[in-house]
């Protein structure tokens, strides 16, 4: 199960994983948060921006192979780790019963000196972290969510202080299209970001030895 704030998130930051995930018959949940209804930096009609990016949600969602596709439809912005959204991420865990729970790492807040990480991310990482455990696994909480289920391992993207890389070198090429599919993010930079996809997964290839990676920090939670 993946977990996100926006639409595009799950494919920048684990597309690779998750379709190779796919290809190998695991069953593929992508849950994302937020409606990606202010992703723009014009004054766009918001409610139309959130119905395209819906519809980009689903396309890239089956280009990776996912099994199924939740959009928790929260205003962009405004995730946030109370109790309404744990219950959520409860009750679809314990549906779903996920050996792996992929999602963003919410200690990471500054990049490079150049990017403040989203809110969003954050608030849904925090979000995931505390509906994985010891919420979900736990009987006492959220009782009416449905049968406790102890999640495995959790894989935390976007974080500094990777610890695992996933090869994603046979998937790479749709990883790619998969963000590409979120056109409404794209403006007029679509051969650019392109570049930034491979140059991004080359990069955490290096960090050990293959030619494309998806890097992470992993927690063993069933052991
Ligand atoms: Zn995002």
Same mark, same amino acid.
Do not use: I, W
């Given at each position: 199960m993946a977990i996100y704030a926006h639409p595009d998130d799950a494919d920048v930051a684990a597309g690779g994983l998750l379709a190779q995930w796919a290809d190998e018959g695991c069953a593929v949940h992508l849950v994302v948060v937020?409606? $990606?209804?202010?992703?723009?930096? /014009?004054?766009?009609d918001s409610a139309h921006l959130g119905e395209v990016r819906y519809r980009e949600l689903e396309s890239a969602a089956h280009l990776l192979g996912a099994s199924t596709v939740v959009n928790? $439809?929260?205003?962009?912005?405004? /995730?946030?780790?109370d109790r309404a959204l744990r219950a959520e991420l409860v009750t679809l865990v314990r549906s779903r019963r996920p050996e792996v729970v992929v999602g963003?790492?919410?200690?990471?807040?500054?990049?490079?000196?150049v990017y403040i990480n989203h809110h969003d991310h954050r608030a849904t990482g925090w979000a995931l972290l505390d509906a994985v455990a010891p919420a979900a696994a736990?009987?006492?909480?959220?009782?009416?969510?449905g049968a406790p289920h102890q999640v495995g391992r959790l894989l935390l993207s976007?974080?500094?202080?990777?610890d695992v890389v996933a090869d994603v070198t046979r998937v790479i090429d749709r990883k790619v299209a998969a963000v590409l599919t979120h056109s409404s993010q794209l403006a007029d930079d679509r051969e650019a970001i392109r570049d930034v996809v491979y140059e991004r997964a080359a990069q955490a290839g290096r960090l050990t030895g293959v030619a494309y990676g998806e890097a992470f920090r992993h927690v063993e939670l069933d052991f």
């Open positions: 937020c409606d $990606g209804a202010k992703g723009a930096h /014009a004054l766009v928790l $439809g929260r205003p962009d912005g405004e /995730a946030d780790n963003p790492d919410p200690t990471a807040t500054f990049f490079s000196g736990m009987p006492l909480y959220f009782p009416e969510s976007g974080t500094h202080e990777p």
